[in-house]
């Protein structure tokens, strides 16, 4: 086959999550091997309850030019039951008690991304005794994954429903991790006592520059460590924060946004059923900020207040708001949809403002509740910025898709 190798790379950049396409590529002709491999393997994912680590490893012994080919790891731990103990937290062959994680972690020279998630059940159950557990883990998986996460060439990191010693610990595992931009924790516990935790060791430094921060944590005190001034958060440019104490949300924003940093960009907040409109207030939005998220069970009184605190020379461009209650729900509606058009007017830099309902199950209910948002919000949608979205929680999840 005579084609250049530019247009035959174009093809397979395309094609690049597309693994059946690329395995066809790369067995039509030997010009399509190469890129085709380079992008079948960059990124790998494990389920635990398969033999697919030990496959996996096989596979990098016998074909060493792989391994250099993966940047991005992602291992899932799926546990469709949970047995009422917690027998289940170092079962038999699962990737957590096994050897063959360790083995194959330092052979992956060139790892950019890993990813560590447990899947939960469709019960939705949380908690530490619903978690996998750091102290269950063998020590070469302990050592071989603390490798990958002081590695200079990690990029970024996701852990999702894990058992931790400590905050400290936590963030000890990546104070090395030069390159570290991207980092997102969510359903993390710790097995220490909060009264015998640790503080940050004053001789430790923090290397890493986080540029994109997710917090969905029921714990208090990692906020109380993460906005400690040794800690350096002055390069985040996107935030999203879904955690229980509306003063560590606060702490938390204005440790992004200090005097000699750029701010935030993109803010995302989880507010829940109640929100303090202390937390809107003005000296938490960097004059950089773009775009913010909010979920909120209180869509147009959040709205309403948001609009009005928000400084006028800000260049905000997207507001999106996810909620689970019908617009009626709210009270005092028309007072607040005025105040909202009376003060919309503030932001010259905005393009849209999204509403979406999160449907925690299937529901045909949603046309009605986009009609009578366009009829409350009338002069919104003759501005052409108001956009109506439907949303599905993903399953397993209690929240939308990017935060957790």
């Not at 790891?73 to 009422?84: A, G, M, N, R």
């Not at 909620?323 to 007072?335: A, W, Y």
């Amino acid at each position: 086959m005579d084609l250049p190798q530019e247009l035959v790379d174009t093809i397979l950049d395309i094609l690049h999550d597309d693994g059946p396409s690329l395995k066809s590529c790369s067995l039509a002709a030997r010009i399509f091997v190469i890129s085709a491999r380079k992008h079948r393997f960059k990124k790998i994912e494990i389920l635990s309850s398969s033999d697919a680590s030990q496959r996996f490893y096989e596979l990098l012994c016998s074909s060493p030019h792989i391994a250099p080919l993966v940047e991005d790891l992602c291992i899932i731990s799926v546990l469709e039951t949970f047995p009422e103990t917690c027998a289940y937290l170092d079962p038999s062959g699962d990737y957590m008690s096994g050897r063959t994680l360790s083995l194959i972690l330092p052979l992956l020279t060139e790892l950019k991304r890993i990813s560590i998630i447990e899947n939960r059940d469709v019960n939705h159950r949380t908690g530490l005794q619903y978690s996998r557990s750091w102290n269950k883990m063998e020590p070469p998986l302990q050592s071989a994954l603390a490798n990958v996460f002081s590695s200079p060439r990690l990029e970024a990191v996701h852990l999702c429903g894990l058992v931790l010693e400590s905050p400290c610990h936590l963030l000890s595992l990546f104070s090395e991790a030069t390159a570290l931009k991207k980092m997102s924790l969510s359903r993390l516990y710790f097995a220490q006592p909060q009264d015998r935790r640790e503080p940050w060791p004053e001789s430790q430094l923090w290397r890493p520059k986080l540029q994109s921060l997710l917090l969905n944590v029921f714990s208090t005190d990692l906020c109380q460590y993460l906005v400690n001034p040794q800690i350096d958060l002055t390069h985040v440019r996107t935030l999203r924060l879904a955690t229980p104490s509306p003063e560590q949300r606060k702490r938390m924003v204005l440790a992004t946004s200090l005097r000699h940093s750029r701010g935030v960009e993109h803010l995302g907040l989880y507010l829940a059923y109640n929100f303090e409109p202390t937390l809107l207030s003005p000296e938490l939005y960097s004059t950089n900020l773009r775009s913010i998220h909010f979920i909120s069970h209180s869509m147009v009184e959040l709205l309403g207040i948001f609009v009005k605190t928000c400084p006028h020379d800000s260049r905000l461009e997207y507001i999106t708001l996810d909620s689970f209650t019908n617009l009626q729900q709210h009270t005092d509606v028309p007072k607040l949809y005025n105040a909202i058009d009376a003060t919309v007017d503030h932001l010259p830099a905005l393009k849209t403002i999204e509403m979406r309902w999160i449907m925690s199950y299937p529901s045909d209910v949603f046309p009605q509740w986009e009609a009578d948002a366009h009829t409350a919000f009338s002069s919104l949608m003759r501005r052409g910025i108001l956009r109506m979205t439907k949303l599905q929680l993903g399953q397993g999840s209690l929240l939308p898709i990017g935060w957790e």
